[in-house]
Nanobody, 124 residues
Framework: QVQLVESGGGLVQAGGSLRLSCRASGLAFSTYSVGWFRQAPGKDREFVAAIMRTGSIATIADSVKGRFTISRDDAKNTVYLQMSSLKPEDTAVYYC?????????????????WGQGTQVTVSS
């Protein structure tokens, strides 16, 4: 059974930092590319970042570029999203997702497995 479990969310003041983790089980993690998405209340799901199975290529959405970074540790079956200089508009539920495609995918429909999400709230 494939599981993706996010952790690390919480309440933080504007300008602060958080590191989200996405730990996978039940799959050959090193063969999967992983993406982070977020969804704020009343808004569509938004692509945030993704990292390829080899970790050699990573993509960050323009809305968070320069503030967020993505990395992976295949020995721990975990992908991280480091978020810095957080803004109130970063408030959302953050989800990680996995797929077996080669290359970076920005569309949620292209991901086969999803976590349950972790809430990030940034106060002004």
């Amino acid at each position: 059974q494939v599981q993706l479990v996010e952790s690390g969310g919480g309440l933080v003041q504007a300008g602060g930092s958080l590191r989200l983790s996405c730990r996978a089980s039940g799959l050959a993690f090193s063969t999967y590319s992983v993406g982070w998405f977020r969804q704020a209340p009343g808004k569509d799901r938004e692509f945030v970042a993704a990292i390829m199975r080899t970790g050699s290529i990573a993509t960050i959405a323009d809305s968070v570029k320069g503030r967020f970074t993505i990395s992976r540790d295949d020995a721990k079956n975990t992908v991280y999203l480091q978020m810095s200089s957080l803004k109130p508009e970063d408030t959302a539920v953050y989800y990680c997702a996995a797929n077996t495609y080669w290359g970076i995918r920005r569309e949620g429909d292209e991901y086969a497995y999803w976590g349950q999400g972790t809430q990030v709230t940034v106060s002004s």
